[in-house]
């Protein structure tokens, strides 16, 4: 059933839903995403190292690992606008749903259409999940502590997979794996009940409209670009792992990219508290310093000591990013604002899945990451005394 307004008691608690909330709505969306996103994660180790065997090509695996972030340039504007609209909870609802069927579909077979109609359905359930989450957090009075909380149980839940995936994998199958995660998911539905409905100024935005993002914007888009999707895909050609035992790199890769959820997991609250108390633009730029130079790094050399420091500049950035949303401009322009941004994140981590392989076997990763420091860095100047607020 859907939840109206009128139901805050009966389908949750007696919060202030008009202005300040507690933690919890935001802490059990976030499990709920953290389950969720178990089945995508571990795609992102398997694919690349059994996608071969599967009869999929370079291209196809890049495709996957990519489609569900390329749909959500369409699908973040349709949740934020059924948002408006439903409620929040409603499409928290819709995106567990539809994460619990993409995660089902993963341990179907190895068809093509198969493999993009989960990837499909998981894009249009990150987005209405991810969305749900940021709107719970923004309504409790520490919104960067809340932030930071909410992203840390999210990538909990990834983490874990990379850490238990391989082994389900090469022990129980592929099938098994996913299929028992999907049942996972199913079994906290009962969560709900402890979420309540939360009120929100009418907001100002259309279903098929599309702005011309700020500087922000192009910000998001390099660094997601760079950290969540061209050093992901390419974690093995960057740190030369031996691939002669297909097995070992799939473990290899999963630990190495693994971190990049750890340090969120345990960075984000403490990012959250920082600009809590020393102020969001503070915090948020020192990030934004971090990310470039670690990608510096990467490309001089230093390709271990690089990716921490990309990692842990990331896990600041995109906890703190959803705030220029959130607290710098009118309450009504919020729920698009932080579509563009959503957007922004998604385009950029979408590009660099589905070129990372294809640049790294055409070129040396210190070429392409010195290119890639000069343009972030450029980005950067931009941004340094950018006017967040969205007239």
């Keep these: 059933m859907l939840w109206g307004k009128d139901q805050l008691i009966q389908a949750g608690r007696e919060d202030d839903v008009e202005g300040n909330i507690s933690l919890s709505p935001s802490m059990w969306s976030s499990l709920l995403m953290a389950i969720g996103g178990m089945g995508d994660a571990l795609l992102y180790a398997y ?8 009869g999929l090509s370079l291209f196809s695996i890049g495709l996957l690992l990519s489609i569900n972030k390329f749909s959500r340039f369409f699908t973040n504007r349709w949740i934020a606008w059924l948002c408006s609209r439903w409620g929040v909870k409603n499409v928290l609802l819709l995106g567990v749903v539809f994460s619990t069927i993409s995660t089902f579909i993963y341990a179907l077979g190895h068809a093509v259409w198969i493999w993009i109609a989960g990837r499909l359905m998981w894009g249009a359930a990150y987005s209405a999940m991810r969305f749900a989450t940021i709107q719970y957090a923004g309504k409790n009075k520490n919104k960067g502590s809340a932030l930071g909380i909410a992203r840390s149980i ?3 839940g990834p983490m874990l997979a990379y850490w ?5 994998l090469t022990s129980l199958g592929a099938g098994f794996t996913f299929a028992t995660w999907g049942a996972l998911l199913v079994l906290l539905f009962p969560v709900f009940y402890l979420i309540p409905v939360v009120q929100h100024q009418k907001q100002k935005i259309k279903p098929f409209s599309f702005q011309k993002p700020a500087w922000i914007d192009v910000w998001v888009f390099g660094t997601s670009f760079v950290v969540e999707g061209f050093l992901i895909v390419g974690m093995s050609h960057i740190l030369n792992i031996d691939n002669r035992d297909a097995d070992r790199l799939l473990l290899v890769s999963s630990i190495y990219i693994s971190l990049r959820r750890l340090l969120n997991v345990i960075i984000s609250p403490v990012s959250g508290w920082l600009s809590d108390r020393f102020g969001f633009l503070t915090i948020f730029q020192a990030s934004c310093l ?14 271990g000591g690089g990716i921490f420091l990309c990692f842990v500049g990331s896990a600041i950035n995109l906890t703190l990013v959803p705030i220029v949303a959130i607290d710098f401009g009118p309450e009504y322009k919020s729920f698009d604002a932080l579509t ?10 979408a590009t660099g899945s589905l070129t990372g392989l294809g640049l790294l076997s055409i070129a040396a990763p210190s070429g392409i990451f010195i290119s890639l420091f000069l343009i972030l860095i450029s980005i950067w100047f931009k941004i340094r005394k950018f006017n967040y607020r969205h007239e």
Excluded: F
């Design 47 to 54: 694919l690349p190292v059994k996608g071969e065997a599967l």
């Design 154 to 156: 999210q990538d909990a």
């Design 164 to 168: 238990i995936g391989p082994v389900m």
């Design 290 to 303: 971090m990310i470039a130079s670690g990608t510096a790094l990467i490309g001089l050399g230093s390709s």
């Design 340 to 349: 563009r941004i959503n957007t922004s994140r998604d385009m950029g981590s």
